[in-house]
């Protein structure tokens, strides 16, 4: 079992994506952005996603409609669909996120933004590998 002060936990992270838990349906992530950063337009394409807010503001681009946000605030993005999330505020921006199913290794740590996209380049280069693997067989 789980339990603990989400938000508390939230907002004493600074790790640009911290996953905190990974059941066998879900997962739960904390994020920091820092003032300008944004998450990186994505889709998932097999996972629902959760974000909820918790200190700061910012910007949710969903498919290509922009909105403003703050905290509280919380937004679903359906699996499928093109997001991004920018935070447009002064001060990090601190938010909690629930994946269906897990999207992130247990366990992930990213202290920067730089650190979660080359991990993703190294997960996406060993995909192709394996892939091309399986198709020389």
């Known amino acids: 079992m789980f339990k603990d002060d989400i938000k508390k936990l939230a907002k004493e992270n600074d790790n640009f ?3 905190l838990h990974t059941g066998e349906y879900s997962q739960v992530v904390l994020m920091s952005l820092l003032p300008g950063e944004e998450i990186g337009e994505e889709i998932h394409p097999q996972t629902d ?3 909820v807010f918790v200190d700061g503001e910012g910007e949710a681009v969903i498919n290509g409609v922009s909105e403003k946000f703050e905290e509280h605030d919380s937004v679903f993005v359906p699996a499928g669909t093109k997001h991004n999330f920018i935070n447009t505020g002064d001060e990090d921006l601190k938010l909690f996120t629930v994946y269906a199913p897990a999207h992130h290794p ?4 990213h202290k920067t933004k730089e650190d979660a996209e080359k991990a993703e ?3 996406e280069l060993a995909q192709k590998s394996a892939d ?3 198709e020389n067989m």
Do not use: A, P, Y
């Open 17 to 19: 994506r911290k996953v």
């Open 49 to 51: 996603q959760i974000l």
């Open 106 to 109: 247990d366990g992930t740590i």
């Open 121 to 123: 380049n190294e997960m």
């Open 132 to 134: 091309d693997s399986l």
